[in-house]
């Protein structure tokens, strides 16, 4: 099963945001989509997760064509998404702001408060279950906010700047955890970062976009040897 969009265009107003890009992510898979600021990374994710509608081609998930399909809907097939800004109830408890995924989906609250427990569990926040949201360090924020997003048991997780803020010893405990949610909820994985030791030590095959296009796609390797993103990023040492 994938999640992919073929042959998609944005255009706002007279800017072509995404100009004839195409994507696929399957299931267990972890895909990197890097490119300079304005690439068009976060719209090509709003894309595939219903909350920008390409004025050309298609969005399939499987073989179900999705395209113009209401960004709530795509949860109900998998596609689940991230925000930049984590989006919490602050005065609710950590695992209350895990629980309300699964109340809202009729679970009872004895079965909701278990769910989040082990969820909160595989994102080393266990011990925070019970502390209120708004007491919570930054890199704990992000971490509750992707708790949230896999209480909707995502097949497909997008990610939008995951480990932006974080310290070098948070973003490389995030990584380590990502690896371990991919096998444990069996779902792929889109990862838009400019964290780019995060990305190249996370990622199976990495998509680079610049000015709306995609440059070319390949495994890290292949991408830090690639004049054209070298040239993207005006230079080479971003991609160490």
Known sequence: MHLGAQSVTVRFGGLIAIDNVSIRLERGQILGLIGPNGAGKTTLVNVLSGFQRPLTGRITIGERDCTGLPPHDFPTFGVVRTFQAVRLFRGLTVSENVEISYLA??????DARRKAREILSNLGLADKAQHVAAGLTYGEERRLGLARALALS????LLDEPAAGLAAAEAEDLRERVLDLRSKYDCGVLVIEHNMPF????CDTIQVLDSGKTITAGTPVEIRAHAGVRRAYLGSTSLQ
């Open 199 to 202: 990305v190249m030590n996370l």
């Open 154 to 157: 995502p097949r497909f997780l």
């Open 105 to 110: 989906h009729g679970l009872r609250r004895g």
